[in-house]
Antibody, heavy 121, light 109 residues
Framework: EVQLVQSAAEVKKPGESLKISCKGS????????IGWVRQMPGKGLEWMGI????????RYSPSFQDQVTISADKSISTAYLQWSSLKASDTGMYYC??????????????WGQGTLVAVSS | EIVLTQSPGTLSLSPGERATLSCRAS???????VAWFQQKPGQAPRLLIY???SRATGIPDRFSGSGSGTDFTLTISRLEPEDFAVYYC??????????FGPGTKVDMK
């Protein structure tokens, strides 16, 4: 069974750094993309970026480029999303999702349960 | 950048009724790049449809997708109580790599 298990909720202050994780199981982790999606309170879904764990090839949404860093450690089947300096506007739910599909497309077919990040002074 | 518009914003229906949700793209996209997701309160999104018309694993056949070019549709043939949720369309392929529509809320009349 494919599963993505995300790290627990975080409460942080503005300016602090943070790294959240997403651990995959039930499939060959390195051979599928892992994407990150933000959902701000009461709002819709925003794609942030995606990484291919086999070679760490990563792509970012222009809206999130230089705001976050996506990485992966294929040896422990885990992807990460990190911030160097959080802002209150980073408050939201963050989902990881597996990128399945074929050579022509990527389909976000399995999702983690989400990690809630709250940033407040 | 491709922009997705979903209509209506909210659809108020009763169980057993048919739901028709629309997703319009600002420019033509290949149907293989279109997906639909369902999200219930407090839950992660769930993939329903990919390639515009293929049901994901475990999705009941009352859910169907169709469309081409700039106009795509998600149809729920007979609403079950568990189908009341928010539905998002999504496209893959143009920068940004993924774009989501703003969502359609299907609520109970």
């Amino acid at each position: 069974e494919v599963q993505l298990v995300q790290s627990a909720a975080e409460v942080k202050k503005p300016g602090e750094s943070l790294k959240i994780s997403c651990k995959g199981s039930g499939y060959k982790f390195s051979n599928y993309w892992i994407g990150w999606v933000r959902q701000m309170p009461g709002k819709g879904l925003e794609w942030m970026g995606i990484i291919y764990p086999a070679n760490s090839d990563s792509r970012y949404s222009p809206s999130f480029q230089d705001q976050v860093t996506i990485s992966a450690d294929k040896s422990i089947s885990t992807a990460y999303l990190q911030w160097s300096s959080l802002k209150a506007s980073d408050t939201g739910m963050y989902y990881c999702a597996r990128g399945g599909g074929d050579k022509r497309t990527i389909v976000l077919d399995y999702w983690g349960q989400g990690t809630l990040v709250a940033v407040s002074s | 950048e491709i922009v997705l518009t979903q209509s209506p914003g909210t659809l108020s229906l009763s169980p057993g009724e048919r739901a028709t949700l629309s997703c319009r793209a600002s420019q033509s996209i290949s149907s293989i790049y279109v997906a639909w997701f369902q999200q219930k309160p407090g839950q992660a999104p769930r993939l329903l449809i990919y390639g515009a018309s293929s049901r994901a694993t475990g999705i009941p056949d009352r859910f169907s997708g169709s469309g081409s070019g700039t106009d795509f549709t998600l149809t729920i043939s007979r609403l079950e109580p568990e189908d009341f949720a928010v539905y998002y369309c999504q496209q893959y392929g143009s920068s940004p790599l993924f774009t989501f529509g703003p969502g359609t809320k299907v609520d109970m009349k």
